[in-house]
């Protein structure tokens, strides 16, 4: 008797996971207070290593779907159908390597937009502490348009959080339905 595995809805659920952890880490780095005391949180998503290695997961599951699915068979994701044998081997190596490229990007695009909004937050807190450091009327009105710049991009990187946690949680679950469905 053979065992029948259903993935019917497991690229959805495996996507909204990822999805409710990138979120959450964001939501959680974005904190403009500690939940502990003396500690303040930081962006996970903002370290490199951590989307990476949710990246390398989802590579994984991606490939343990894929062979498990299909066995050797699922190589025949890289091979266009019905083309012409020549434009065979012109696209297999490239479809091939846009598919090793992937655990990269998908780790590198939460990282860049999460850094790059602490990076601006970071440099107009600067800005606010100099401007008051002068000790002059001009430097107290930058001071507070860099204060409410910061206001802005706080508001701003809430929005960006949830939106890089939907796009992983997409791409993913396109990435484990191509693996199911090959083409």
């Known amino acids: 008797m053979q065992t029948e595995v259903r ?5 959805r659920v ?3 996971d990822g999805e409710m952890a990138v ?7 974005n904190m403009p207070f500690g939940v502990v005391a003396a500690a303040h949180p930081f962006t996970v998503t903002s370290q490199f290593t951590f989307t990476g290695i949710m990246a390398i997961i989802t590579f994984a599951i991606v490939l343990g779907v894929g062979f498990w699915t299909h066995g050797l068979h699922f190589f025949s994701l890289f091979v266009p159908k019905d083309a012409p044998l020549v434009f065979k081997f012109i696209v297999a190596p490239i479809e091939f390597l846009s598919f090793l490229v992937r655990p990269f990007s998908l780790g590198l695009r939460p990282f860049i937009a999460m850094f790059a909004g602490h990076v601006l937050l970071d440099v107009f807190g600067n800005f606010v502490v100099q401007a008051l450091n002068s000790h002059s009327a001009g430097g107290i009105g930058v001071s507070i348009l860099c204060f409410l710049f910061i206001m802005f991009v706080s508001m701003i990187e809430l929005l960006v959080a949830a939106i890089q946690a939907y796009v992983f949680a997409i791409l993913t679950s396109l990435y484990i339905s191509e693996a199911v469905n090959l083409h």
């Open 7 to 11: 993935l019917e809805h497991f690229e």
């Open 14 to 16: 495996a996507a909204a």
């Open 23 to 29: 979120l959450f880490a964001n939501l959680m780095g």
